[in-house]
């Protein structure tokens, strides 16, 4: 497939528009998921931290599997697999609604559900940078805001209808919602170039049908081995060897005439494919080494190595807030009076600005995108440590809003990405960093309700999340220092595709 440089506009705004929904749809419930939480904690009866897991997996699963959701995006493009998707995450919260125990909603909205939203997401982004290049941080600003939006209407609609339908019925309607993900998904054409000449025939193709006749009663046996003898003669197409080359080597591995004797020629028809077997084996294990290979020049990246240790720390401190700022609320014995909106809503549309506001931000030239992300994370941190001296629900309404505006960094992630190794190697990248940030996604959650179930309050487990989150800010602004660019130039040079943050801010 031949990609034509990225437009920039035209069909890409349509792009952003389903992209956009897309987000909205699939992560409204599991970003609000915080509504579900306490209903789940009143209907099954369990611990905070075993509770908890429903949500961070549903968060946290589809980030784990990033590097397969890649391989999914790069093989069948992103539109098979946003369709697909549509229906796993619909299906996931139907089936929730018949939970008869929380081990259930682990698989139906933890695995199944949280699967559908990381394929749906790598597919939004990838295809979205495929059709933007200079605007490319708007862009991203644009279709993450979705799942902002998505949390903050989500978090009051469930509530709505829990209230007149109840959770199991609170539950299909949302699932039912979900469906329209796969129109969605129908509109995300593939940025192909319109003049690329159509494939040639491959080898086998042009094979003449002299070397396919075979004997009439050996019929079914005979089409099983045309089979593999076309995968046989296609893996030896592939080393583009001469025509007068292919003949002499098809006439050696074809069946042998049809007066040669029929055992003979079967025994060795299967000697052929079996070499034929092996040398595909031989060509996957190649394939795996070189993704290994791969991966290991990009943690020789200091900024990618970093990159991964934050996102990780980040997750696992930044996460917990969205999922159980309610019952910190209730923890606190907020009056319900008080109440003039959900926490969680307010996280949600602080979310959405800040994804949208640090997106255009990330267009500006004179922006280092690395040390704007790195400032995030670092504030993040001082407003986690500040959740515990917050008593009332102006406090927490205040605090929710800065964490909803920070974790908007969410919108620059992938354009940071993208800067650190290249373009070309941002679906592999990105999908490594992905399952680091779905391993924090997971683990956040319950390890704050577990030191809740520990010490009966907040307090700690909040210090221990603003302590995560600091550390990871502070290791990557280490590695962002220009004194280590000035080390690198001198030993040795960049890897292609890679470009250091001092160069990209001004380029």
């Known amino acids: 497939m031949v990609f034509r440089k990225p437009p920039d506009g035209g069909w890409g705004w349509v792009i952003v528009v389903v992209s956009f929904f897309t987000q909205f749809l699939c992560y409204g419930s599991p970003l609000a998921v915080g509504v579900l939480y306490v209903e789940w904690l009143d209907a099954f009866g369990e611990g905070k931290g075993k509770t908890a897991w429903v949500g961070s997996l549903a968060n946290g699963i589809g980030l784990l599997a990033s590097p397969v959701c890649s391989i999914c995006v790069s093989s069948f493009g992103a539109r ?119 494939p040639e025939k491959t080898c086998v193709d042009k094979v003449p049908d002299q070397y396919f006749v075979y004997h009439e009663k050996e019929k079914t046996v005979e089409e099983n081995i045309s089979i593999l003898e076309k995968g046989y003669v296609d893996e030896k197409c592939v080393n583009n060897i001469p025509d007068y080359k292919q003949d002499s080597i098809l006439n050696k591995n074809v069946l042998s005439p049809i007066n040669v004797n029929e055992k003979d020629s079967y025994k060795k028809k299967v000697v052929e494919q079996t070499n034929f077997c092996k040398q595909l084996a031989k060509r996957k294990w190649q394939l795996y080494l070189n993704y290994w290979e791969e991966t290991m020049v990009l943690f020789k990246n200091k900024v990618f190595s ?135 996604n997971s683990l956040g959650p319950p390890i704050v309700g577990w030191f809740y179930d520990w010490t009966q309050e907040y307090d700690t487990a909040f210090y221990f999340s603003g302590f995560c989150v600091l550390l990871g800010g502070f290791l990557l602004l280490l590695a962002a220092l220009p004194c280590w660019n000035a080390c690198a130039n001198q030993s040795s040079k960049l890897p292609p595709n890679t470009y250091s943050y001092k160069v990209a801010s001004s380029a």
């Open 80 to 198: 098979p697999v946003a369709i697909f998707s549509g229906f796993m995450v619909a299906g996931g919260l139907m089936m929730s609604s018949f939970a008869p125990n929380i081990y259930f909603l682990y698989i139906s909205y933890g695995i199944v559900v949280g699967l559908g939203c990381g394929l749906l997401y790598t597919a939004t982004v990838t295809i979205t940078c495929h059709y933007f290049d200079k605007r490319r941080g708007l862009a991203l600003g644009l279709i993450s805001t979705g799942s902002s939006v998505g949390l903050f209407i989500y978090a009051a609609l469930q509530r709505e209808l829990i209230d007149l339908y109840g959770l199991d019925g609170c539950l299909l309607i949302v699932g039912a919602l979900s469906l329209n993900i796969l129109a969605c998904g129908s509109l995300m054409r593939p940025l192909e170039s319109p003049d690329s000449p159509p």
């Open 306 to 440: 970093a990159l991964f240790v934050a996102i990780l720390l980040f997750d696992i401190g930044g996460f917990p807030p969205s999922l159980l700022m309610e019952d910190v609320a209730r923890s606190a014995n907020i009056n319900e009076d008080d109440y003039h909106m959900p926490l969680i809503s307010i996280i949600g549309i602080m979310t959405a600005v800040g994804k949208l506001t640090l997106g255009i931000l990330a267009d500006f030239k004179w922006v280092n995108t690395l040390y704007l992300y790195v400032i995030t994370l670092l504030m993040t941190g001082v407003a986690l440590f500040a959740i515990p001296f917050a008593k009332s629900y102006l406090t927490l309404a205040m605090l929710s809003g800065i964490l909803g505006f920070l974790t908007g960094n969410w919108s620059i992630f992938p354009y940071v990405t993208t800067k650190t190794v290249g373009i070309e190697k941002l679906t592999h990248a990105y999908g490594i960093l992905m399952f680091f940030a779905g391993l924090g």
